[in-house]
């Protein structure tokens, strides 16, 4: 998968001061599964090290202001985004991950200036903006909301179900194809989003009667609409639980126990997601439970993303 990144976050001395904001788990961990598109929309036109700049409204319109001497860059840095929506626009990307707070690149984050200087609120940066204009569906997360575990569990499922959708849309399937792709996400979809997964199945059935492509175009929106929400834990919760219904037959009582134990302590955020789904899948293995083996719930993202980096503890051993 390509994923877009703010330069800054894979270490390159791209920054107003010439320094970077090097992020281990997207450069390290990330990079173990993608390839990275560097963008920095602010070096294009300013260069580095180049005075450094904030955003300010201005009778409602947000303006780009250069913190030295107050001067509007906006035309200027509007360039550079153009520059790079146009570049990032040829390449196939599964994700944009960007910089948080920054003029450009913050998702929501940046901070906004009154005119007198004070602090007003929070917007986007300019190029994120233009990106998510450009990309509704497209997965996007800053590097700061990504140092929640939820947040980045969520981003990570997204990514990896975005690409999976894009491969199978370039094998030209047919319908047949659809309902197998849809029956092995349907514990995911269920897991973020209870009515858009009701109505994916109601695609798949073709109640209305639809040509195919047109039919795949409607699931391919609703997808990656689905995949795009935050699951909560509570869905999260009763996904586990309906799931562990399709073994109760096969379980031993200790089992059972283990399993309904790590459910639980999910709930409580004292273990992540990926400890009961692979216990889940340990048991759906080992009982030989094909329905539950294909659910791409079971395995969403490989294991080491995700989650080491704030569970201690938890080791290679502890997940297979
Ligand atoms: S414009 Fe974006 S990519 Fe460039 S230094 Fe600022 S935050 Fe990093």
Redesign the pocket.
Known sequence: MNIAV???LLGEK???DGGD?RDSFIADELGKYAEFTP?????IVFGTPRPSVRLVTFQEQIKVLRNCDLVDVTKELEKGVREEVNRLKILELTGIIF?SR?P??GLGTTPTYQENGLEEGKSYGL?AKACRDEYPLLPMEEEGRLCDPEVRENFVMQLFAYDAFETFKKASPKMKELVAFHTRYKFLLQAKDEKDYRELGNVTANREGLEFGELFQKYEHLFKTAISKKSSIKSIRNVLEHMAGFLKNELSTSEKATLHKQIEEYAQKRIPLIMPLNTLYQYAKKYEVDYLLEQVFLQPYPHNLALYSYLEGLNEDTLV
């Open positions: 703010s330069g800054c791209v920054r107003y904001k963008f920095c929309p602010e070096t910089k920054s450009s690149c190029f």
